[in-house]
């Protein structure tokens, strides 16, 4: 309360003491430039009635009438002067003293100042440096003598009543407020000692967790109310502690036991679906449709594989093998759907969206065929069966979200984004292509650049899967190229554009050059063959290049 009183109480005082400071200066200097302001009017009227008489008596043009006019304005001059350090005086158009009231000499470097303050012909009061000392000074230009005439005053004399006043107002100031923080510090004090004993009581309490301190009761009045109340308030927090600490303890079985549904749960669910269930519940009830990556990952001939495995070496390969594949798509931001069989569905964008999920999706797959080879290499050491996979990526709308019934439920994604996906991964087969892409995947994948990376692409065909009329490209996509490779994939992507433009006989030269880089490559060896037909046939005019799967 102190610290709150005491600055106010000094800002008034201080507010006061200034103005009335400011006045008394204010009335001492007007005064005081009055009165200069009235000799330097007395000297003009002199001056104008010495030269109206030489006027009259025809005497203006003798240079001894003139001075003797001169020098009476000098005597008259130092007639007014009221104190030792007043000096009235002229100066001429050069800047040098043509009279003064007593002895003056204008030191080196005052006269330029002085006459560029006097050539602004400025009213009021002036400041300069005149015989080495700060003047104050009023002055006018008398034209027939062609004199500026000065009235002046030492500025410590001329403010010397100002700057008295300036420092009583201090000392008179600087006893008001020590009087009134003595007086302050007298009344906060009984004021604030039963406040005070209530910030012991609450530190105490806060220090020792015991709610059955009290305050005592001293005054009848404001602060013995605060201190019944206090005491009131501790009571009640007493009770509430007691029932804090039992929801508290409730609360934590509660988040242990949430913690484990968590973690049996991340088991079968990803963990982002899980967190955004326990946000909003009733929100991931909702389907919602939206553009994703799909991924389908198989394992080529796995019944041939299981029936040569004891069953607990397939589950122990299995899960080996599921785990590094997991894994990899849990680390590129996808989400793992579910296991169909030796199967592997994933998509990426739900439930969070990012810009590059194809992208993550296709290095996911890649990753994927990567860990497959070291995989294999324990195989080969443990003697068992090597593993090979085939994996299809389409990009496309879905809907996604929670489907099923009130007893099982699956965080999923349906549509024929999916469907085409599937028949991307049985497509692998027909094309001898580890992992195929559609060409939703692959203009998305030139949205952000895919190719930066190193990522090479090889155009296959165009295939209208089974159920299905309208034509999707399909592409093979690798991070590093063999010598062969990279010289025969551009080749076959050259041949794939004049094949599409129906050039077959210059297609089908640019595969027979890619079956023979590739060491007799199955994709090229069936362009080729395709191109040598409708070379020979050539097909109806609304040909499209669509090759129609007849199976998966």
Known sequence: MFLVILPLV?????LAETASYFQAVN????????????????????????WSLLVENNYAGRPDMTAAAKKALEIYAQSIVLSDTEVIFAVDGAGKAAMASSPLELQSGEAAPLMDILRAEKTGLQNAVIGGEKRVFQASYFTPFQWYIIISEKSDVFYRDANRIGLQTIITLGISIALTSLLLIMVAAHLTNPLGRIVKTMDKIIESADLSSRVEVEYQDETGNLAHTFNRMIGELDNAYSQIKRYA????????????????????????????????????????????????SDIRSFTTISEGLAPDDLVNSLNRYFSGQVDI?????????????????????????HDDDALQSVLSGLDMIDALAGFNENQRRLGKNEFHIGIGINFGEVTVGNIGSERKMDYTVIGDAVNLASRMEGLTKTYHAEMLISESVYAELQKTAADGPGLYFRLLDTVAVKGKTKGVKIYTVKRSLSPGEAAAWPVHNAGMELYYRRSFREAAEKFKEVYRLLDKDPNAENLYRRCAEYAANTPPPGWDGVEVMKTK
């Open 27 to 50: 009335g001492v200097t007007r005064l005081a430039r009055q009165l200069l302001g009235f000799k330097l009017g007395e000297l003009e009227k002199y001056a104008a009635n010495q």
């Open 10 to 14: 000094i800002v008034t005082l201080a």
């Open 329 to 353: 798509i849990y680390n590129r931001k996808g989400v793992v759907d579910k296991y169909i069989g030796d199967a592997i569905m994933a998509f990426w964008g739900a439930p969070e969206k």
């Open 249 to 296: 303890f409730e609360a934590v079985l509660a988040g242990k036991k949430e913690e484990r549904i968590r973690q049996i749960f991340q088991k079968y669910v990803p963990k982002d679906i899980i967190e955004r269930f326990f946000a909003s519940p009733e929100k991931m009830l909702v389907g919602e449709n939206r553009r994703l990556a799909i991924l389908f």
